[in-house]
């Protein structure tokens, strides 16, 4: 099918293209989509703006922003679906300043979208946000991404973020969950949903281990390698649990990758804490490859609760060890993972994992996650929609 023959798919991402992981579900499903749709993607509006005084990261957020922006629209070269970046004004503190905001983004977006020909699309929204962008604009078909509590992301405002999300699910043509208890509480609210899960790019993962290829700045960290991979930020990470693993096995290293969110001198200060900050997403099973155990230490709070981390899958792929912090997220994996309650159980599963060189015990742990790709995912999503068009014929 040619580009001009595909429908038009426009996509307001919670992410941004040029800096966030890519192994997020927002950017996988739509690399995928671009097989049947042409796609905008249009990155975050965001629901929040950097404090100057509170957020120590808050200069460099405002900067890649920045950076973002100026690339205004993009081809992406692997996918060929263009990339957008809309200038907004930070003016979320008001129903006024929204409104303005909204005004300017719209008629920003509407231009695009009359230059690449897109009428009537399928609109995907995973910022709650862009409700206020497409409410009066036609269209064919609208999907929610509704993946997190967003009321509990640091710094919103809660109450507007509650009452377009209610709008969202109620008026949305599908609603995809990952967590079990969200889809259960809005099933009510919308019957068009679909409890989707979290996806992996599983050849991407389990067959790492077949490159020789190592990032340098982890080829001579000393083993055994007790690793994480993801964002470090204070609304999941639980920097108090990483000081005293460090503390309580201090022949171990503790690596950790991902994008800084959040004060780390106090890791810092601990030598066998090894920060390698953001690494590209394909470099993600090279790291993860090297990793002895893998680890996921999460606070538990309403957010994390209610959360699906990605990395799950993508360390189960591995086929490393797996520590986590007990919660529903990996009720169906309990028979493959290394489940804890507390920091001393967590310590102690640590312990176990880095014991286990079970092979079988290895192969297990990556037949869990074999059949759940990303394209599967995006085969269930496109199925609900083609069998919702074609009842409505």
Known sequence: MSQREKPALVCFAGNDWWYHNRGLFCPQIMTRMTSEFNVLHINSLGMRVPSLRS???ALRKIGRKLRSVSRFVRTDPNSGMKIMSPLSVPLLGSEMGRALNSHFVKAQVKTVMTMLKMRHPVFYVNCPPAIEIIRDMPRSFLIYERTDIFTEMPGVDKDYITK????????SDLVLYV????????LPKNPNSLLIGHGVDYPFFAEAHKSDYVPQDIANIPRPIVGYFGDICDKGFDFDLVLKMADQLPNVSFVLVGPLSSDVEALRQKKNIHILGQCRYEDVPHYGKVFDV???PWKVNPWVWHSYPIKIKEYLALGNP?????????????DVTYAAKTHEEFIAQVKCALDDKDSEAR???KESVRLETWDAKTQSMCDFIRSHRESNK
């Open 55 to 57: 957020d120590k990261y």
């Open 164 to 171: 377009i999300d209610d709008e969202l699910t109620e008026s």
């Open 179 to 186: 967590d079990h208890a969200m889809y259960q509480e809005g």
């Open 294 to 296: 893998s680890i996921l």
């Open 322 to 334: 797996f520590v986590s912090i007990d919660i529903p997220a990996i009720e169906e994996f309990r």
């Open 363 to 365: 192969e297990r742990r």
